[in-house]
């Protein structure tokens, strides 16, 4: 995108998108029953699939973990009050360093956030969350690394005994990412009976795009040049773009959990890739029938099978058309990526929201879109933001190769309409930012998609630090 494409969208916005509805369980989001999940555990078993790989978003520092622990550094806040009467639930606790601190005492609290924080203690504020200790067990302590690790064996391992894992992160961590995973591997390697194969990719620098000042002008740096910055999640597609296998899991570096939830994990992980694969196959099956009818048979092959499937499980409903353009246009909308996305109960988490989207082809479709992207003066929007009852916690399924076996080359699949401003501050100064179509959100808007619910008991993130007292992680 050039600097003035970019100038354009600060200066104009981004569209809104269009809502027809929120998806919910009977319209956009599956509720599989105890014997459809076998069946997709099952059916992921046996099928065909050229390799499979777990993708792991790991880039950035935790600096956002730790916001409110810096925020008390000097002064302590609740947060940190918390943080230093519970010192000793964490994973991280080194009584050495942190000694027993009295959360009362207000020395005492800037000593644990400051041995936290900063050098010569832990120096977390700092460093990638995929490095830190989130988890003790009787034997050992964890990093989040370390639990997708684990996790992996469990529902990733191909025949040959492999576990594939592309973790994305910044240059800068390369280290500290290669020193935890060698803390872990061998041991591993040998109480699982597998083989690792770890890829670390690093967003490019060529996704970067420019900040503008509040009244959109190119934002100056000291020396004179315009500030940079990365372009958020969405830069991850063309990481994805690079995998070779044919099945990916998606899933955040902070979204784990402590062994004893892996069997739900695992299994709802495990539905999700069968489903993925069921999706796959029908769309296989479809388009290789089409390559096989004569153009009567094609036409009614379109009408009285695909339309519906379209429509009735992908939430597309096709504009009205004539009969010798309707082949090509159902062709389009088949031979695309696909994915499942796990969506949870709203519980008041945040994440995205499944809704079913009207694009600029007439056409509709199931889209994750964030708040930043619902016009606030639209009623409609906005009742069907209140009305959501999913969100998108990051648990996606996606087959990346067409029928033909061929690699799809997902940044054509890229709304590039879908992405947003957000609000940021570089050196104390205001500035607005653009973000790139989310990697979840318009970097897949013209992928083959189902929503399919899975327990809430699978999503357990860390976004602050104080998430690590949650039961999921003690």
């Known amino acids: 995108m050039t600097t003035e494409q970019q100038l354009k969208y600060f200066r104009e916005g981004f569209p809104w998108m269009k809502i027809d509805a929120p998806a919910t369980p009977g319209k956009g989001i599956e509720v599989l029953d105890e014997e459809q999940q076998e069946a997709c555990i099952a059916y992921a078993g046996k099928a065909r699939v050229a390799g499979k790989v777990k993708f792991v978003p790991a880039s950035g520092a935790a600096s956002r973990m730790f916001k409110d622990i810096f925020a008390g550094l000097d002064k302590p806040n609740d947060s ?8 000793r639930s964490f994973a991280f606790y080194d009584e ?4 027993n601190p009295d959360p ?7 000593h644990t956030a400051a041995t936290l924080l900063k050098e010569p203690g832990l ?3 700092s460093k990638p969350k995929g490095v830190l200790k989130f988890h003790r067990y009787a034997s050992e302590v964890r990093t989040a690394l370390a639990e997708h690790l684990v996790e992996g064996q469990e529902y990733m391992r191909n025949a040959d005994g492999s576990v594939n894992l592309v973790v994305t992160i910044s240059p800068e961590h390369r280290d500290l990412f290669e020193a935890a995973l060698d803390e872990v591997r061998e041991t591993y390697e040998k109480r699982y009976g597998v083989k690792y194969n770890i890829r670390f990719t690093y967003q490019s620098k060529d996704t970067d795009t420019i900040a503008v000042t509040p009244d959109n002008e190119p934002f100056l740096c000291d020396d004179g040049s315009v500030l940079r910055r990365p372009a958020g999640h969405g830069a991850l597609i063309f990481n994805l773009n690079e995998v070779e296998e ?8 902070d979204n784990v959990a402590v062994e004893r939830l892996l069997p739900v994990t695992a299994r709802f992980k495990t539905v999700l890739m069968g489903r993925a694969l069921q999706l796959r196959d029908r769309i296989f099956g479809y388009l290789e029938a089409l390559d096989a009818a004569s153009s009567s048979e094609t036409l009614r092959l379109c009408k009285e099978e695909i339309v519906p499937f379209l429509r009735d499980v992908l939430c597309i409903e096709l504009p009205p058309v004539s009969d010798a353009a309707l082949p090509e246009l159902v062709r389009s909308k088949l031979n695309r990526p696909v994915r499942v996305c796990g969506m949870v ?7 995205g929201g499944p809704f079913v989207i009207r694009g600029k082809d007439g056409c509709t479709s199931l889209q994750i879109l964030e708040s930043v992207q619902i016009n606030p003066a639209d009623p409609s929007a906005v009742a069907a933001l209140k009305s959501a009852t999913h969100f998108n916690p990051v648990d996606l399924v996606c087959c990346l190769r067409d029928y033909k076996g061929r690699k799809f080359n997902l940044p054509d699949y890229v709304d590039s309409d879908a992405g947003f401003i957000s609000s940021k501050s570089f050196q104390g100064r205001e500035l607005r930012a653009l973000e790139l179509p989310g990697l979840w959100n318009g970097s897949m808007s013209d992928w083959n998609t189902l929503f399919v619910e899975v327990p809430v008991e699978t999503f357990n993130p860390v976004k602050v630090v104080l998430d690590l007292l949650r039961p999921a992680h003690q």
């Open 80 to 87: 940190v009050r918390t943080l230093t009467e519970n010192i």
């Open 104 to 110: 009362t005492s207000d020395a005492d609290c800037m």
């Open 96 to 99: 050495a360093l942190f000694g």
């Open 246 to 253: 044919e099945l990916v899991s998606v899933k955040n570096i």
């Open 345 to 351: 109960k709203n519980l008041g988490e945040p994440g």
């Open 123 to 125: 120096g977390y504020g």
